[in-house]
């Protein structure tokens, strides 16, 4: 015979066997939930969504931002996980959200720093002002630098050189979204003192530079005059043969740089005959400052110049030139290839 109180204890254990039990369904039902919501795409459409995490906003702020925009259910399973698997740092950025992406791939991303990655290129032959214009298009970027004097701008680069003009490496730089011109310029700058200092310790001998920078400038003045690339050796060859025997560089590309804002597209004797620092027409030498930023190819150019003998060459209007080593064949090449151009006449190749 079962004694009372024995009766009440199995319905006690019972009863707390069936609680056990149906803890147990339901941690398993939330367990199962929850993994399934890992691996759930989030509510994105087709073409993605842009979102931008602020500096100083934390995961916790992300996820409830994306909950009220219907994007991310249950925003605090993701804390949750981060904070168990200690990935709660995330960086700050502008994100594209793919269709598709999953609470757990979201959470990857943010801690890559996934970022979108925009794009400015500056090429080759271009002026510090049409790198300054090239960013200021850009309205990703954070512009620190607009609106300012070359001087006010070179203090607040902080780099090494004088004179912007020459310095910024022609690239295409990739940044995030908030990333300042200043940065821009500098990692410009750092890749053409790269270049220069590679290119400067393995230059051919007997040049007639004095230090690297003068290198910069010749490579600046090749670069503008190069219609094709297969010439940038030959005509740096000619100007390297010029100041060796110090005979004037005469180059169109630095008269029109020294006019500055009063160049309209055309030369003349008097803008030849005009005394500037830049017209090589009137100086010796180099002019003091490098007309355009160079590439990688020029400045290969003017530490490896040709070793023929031409003194001269003329654009033949078909992107090419035509070199002659006297006086005498240069005017005759003048004649025939400037002087009688046709009427398809060009500077550069198709």
């Known amino acids: 015979m079962t004694s009372p109180k024995s009766s009440l204890l199995d319905r006690i254990t019972t009863g707390f066997l069936v609680v056990i039990f149906l803890m147990g369904l339901s941690f398993a039902y939330l367990w199962f939930s929850f993994t399934t919501w890992l691996s ?11 979102y931008e995490l602020s500096t100083g ?22 804390n949750w996980y981060a904070r168990f698997y200690h990935k709660e740092k995330i960086h700050p950025g502008e994100y594209l959200l793919d269709a598709g992406l999953t609470p757990i791939s979201l959470l990857e991303k943010l801690n890559r720093g996934d970022v979108v990655l925009h794009q400015v290129t500056f090429l080759e032959g271009w002026t510090f002002k049409q790198v300054i214009d090239a960013l200021n298009a850009e309205p990703e970027i954070k512009h620190l630098l607009t609106d300012v004097s ?10 090494p050189i004088s004179h912007p003009e020459g310095w910024f490496f022609p690239d ?23 270049t220069l200092d590679e290119l400067w310790a393995k230059k051919a001998t007997n040049l007639p ?22 010439e940038r050796d030959k ?20 008269v029109i740089y020294g006019m500055g804002d009063i160049y309209k597209g055309k030369i003349s004797r008097d803008d030849l005959k005009r005394p500037t620092s830049y017209n090589t027409y009137t100086i010796q030498g180099l002019p003091p400052t490098p007309i355009a930023n160079p590439g ?26 035509i070199f002659s080593d006297t006086l005498d064949d ?11 151009r046709s009427a398809d006449y060009r500077s550069t190749p198709k």
């Open 296 to 321: 990688k190819a020029s400045l290969h150019a003017v530490l490896h110049p040709d070793a023929g003998k031409a003194l001269y060459f003329v654009a033949k209007g078909d992107g090419t030139s």
């Open 150 to 159: 070359d001087n006010r701008r070179l203090e607040m680069l902080s780099l």
């Open 209 to 230: 530079y004095r230090n690297d920078y003068e290198a910069l400038i010749m490579a600046s003045i090749v670069e503008k005059e190069t219609g094709h690339e297969g």
């Open 172 to 194: 295409t730089y990739r940044f995030s979204r908030g990333t300042s011109d200043v940065e821009i310029l500098t990692q410009a700058y750092n890749a053409m003192r790269k």
């Open 330 to 340: 240069h005017q005759r090449a003048v004649v025939r290839y400037q002087l009688q």
């Open 235 to 254: 005509i740096a060859g000619v100007f390297v043969r010029r100041l060796q025997i110090g005979m004037p560089l005469q180059t169109d590309p630095t």
């Open 40 to 50: 759930t795409p989030l509510t994105i459409a087709q073409e993605g969504f842009h």
């Open 57 to 78: 906003k934390s995961l916790s702020h992300l996820s409830q931002d994306l909950a009220s925009q219907n994007i991310l259910a249950h925003p605090r399973w993701l």
